[in-house]
């Protein structure tokens, strides 16, 4: 079984700033995917960036871009230059490539909050 | 843009109830979901749904939960006889194939079940 954790209930970032968001996961899986959703307050979860485990080169998704340490099971989030837009729920979520029926494995989420 | 539409947004029903909640999702997508989400508390897998049966469940989805897709456009979540602890925001997604490097689960806006 996976677990995925995030240990920033909260966060919060100025307008224009960089915000890095943690997650950590634990498997006994090889090959996986890794993703991080943005749910905003209209609660409707959508796709910000996703990584596969057996790439080293870490996603990217213009203002988005993921940490991926496959060795410590880590896969934090960075959002540079923050707009008020980004204000969310966040959550990492975890896929093994072993299915493809859709049972991700999600963290807690970091509510994430832009102040301009 | 396609979306994936639940209704009712709320809902509230009394313990010992059936309850159906429904979504329709995006038309040409093959693959269905469910998750729910406690307050407070993780999103979690519920089941998955390819080809008219149910491709994968989790341990919550017991004898008391159900889905169907009764046409070509819904896909429904039944609970027989309603808890208190079902009480839940239940998010409905599907992806036009099996989830993975190419695909993407696109989710609705979800629909609060509270049983009182």
């Known amino acids: 079984a996976q677990t995925v954790t995030q240990s920033q209930p909260e966060m919060s970032v100025q307008e224009a700033e960089t915000v890095t968001l943690s997650c950590t996961y634990d498997?006994?899986?090889?090959?996986?995917?890794l993703f991080w959703y943005k749910q905003p307050p209209s609660r409707q979860m959508i796709l910000v960036i996703r990584?596969?485990?057996?790439?080293?080169q870490n996603a990217t998704e213009n203002r988005f871009s993921v940490n991926f340490q496959k060795a410590a099971k880590s896969f934090s989030l960075k959002i540079s230059d923050s707009q008020l837009g980004d204000t969310a729920m966040y959550f990492c979520?975890?896929?093994?490539?072993?299915?493809?029926?859709?049972?991700?494995?999600f963290g807690q989420g970091t509510i994430l909050t832009v102040h301009p | 843009e396609p979306e994936v539409t639940q209704t009712p947004s709320h809902q509230v029903t009394q313990m010992g109830q059936e309850v159906i909640l429904r979504c329709v999702p995006i038309?040409?997508?093959?693959?269905f979901y469910w998750y729910r989400q406690i307050l407070g508390q993780k999103v979690e897998f519920l089941v998955s749904?390819?080809?008219?049966?149910?491709?994968?469940k989790s341990e919550i989805f017991d004898d008391q939960f159900s889905v169907e897709r009764p046409d070509g456009s819904n896909f429904t979540l039944k609970i027989r006889s309603t808890k208190l602890e079902d009480s839940a925001m239940y998010f409905c997604?599907?992806?036009?194939?099996?989830?993975?490097?190419?695909?993407?689960?696109?989710f609705g806006q979800g629909t609060r079940l509270t049983v009182v």
């Open positions: 990584q596969e485990a057996y790439k080293q």
């Open positions: 498997t006994s899986e090889n090959n996986y995917y």
């Open positions: 038309s040409n997508h093959l693959y």
């Open positions: 997604a599907s992806s036009e194939q099996g989830l993975g490097v190419n695909t993407e689960a696109f």
């Open positions: 979520a975890f896929l093994p490539m072993s299915t493809s029926y859709g049972k991700l494995t």
């Open positions: 749904f390819y080809n008219n049966e149910i491709s994968e």
